[in-house]
Each structure stands twice: as C-alpha cells, then as structure tokens.
C-alpha cells in the first residue's frame, strides 16, 4: 500500500508549532507499523512544509507572520534565504519523520 503523509492541508494541522509537527509524525511511525502487519506499505510522498514561523531564540509557532525582527515564516521566505532557527526546526521535523517511518522501507523500527 502507498500512502502520502502531510501536515499542511487540514485546518487543525496549521495550528501545531514544530515540536507537536514532529510528535505526530512520532505518531505515523506507530500507524505504520500497525499497517504493514497487514501488508506492506510504503510512504510515496511526504514534505517537511508544516506551515510554521521560527523566531531567533528558535521557538516556533503556526502560521505565516512574524513581528520580530529576523523571524522567517516558512510559507513565505525561500528555502535559499532560510536563517539558522527556520533550518533547524526543519531539520528536526524531517529527521523525526524520517527516522519513524523508516523511509523507504516496508518496515518501521523503534527509534
């Protein structure tokens, strides 16, 4: 089975920071463990996009606006021009991911 994973299309989604993003691909790397004792699946799309601002003390928060000065929101600033705060948060994000949901695999092992 192919599944695509993303957290940037549904409403309450667009309201988590970067740490609740990661802790619920935390939760996928569960889901799909769960499915593919029943068959193999495989994750065919996924993207580190999740709608978030990162402040310079690299706290985040949903949503498209800073009112800090070097505050970059991720929906709205190159991924060339990305500072520091915004690198790491989606660093953290996709590590997490990846190392729950084993990409590319048809299993998922405990971190």
Sequence with gaps: MDTHLYQVFVDADKK????????????????????????????????AASDICAYPDGHTVPGHTCNVDDCQCQSNVDSAKWKEPMIRAVRKYSLTFSRRTQMGSSSVERP
Excluded: F, R
Aim: proline share 3%.
């Design 16 to 47: 988590l920071n970067q740490d609740q993003h990661a802790a619920k691909a935390c939760g996928w790397g569960d889901m799909l463990g769960a499915s593919n004792k029943i068959m193999p699946t495989y994750v065919g799309e996924w993207t």
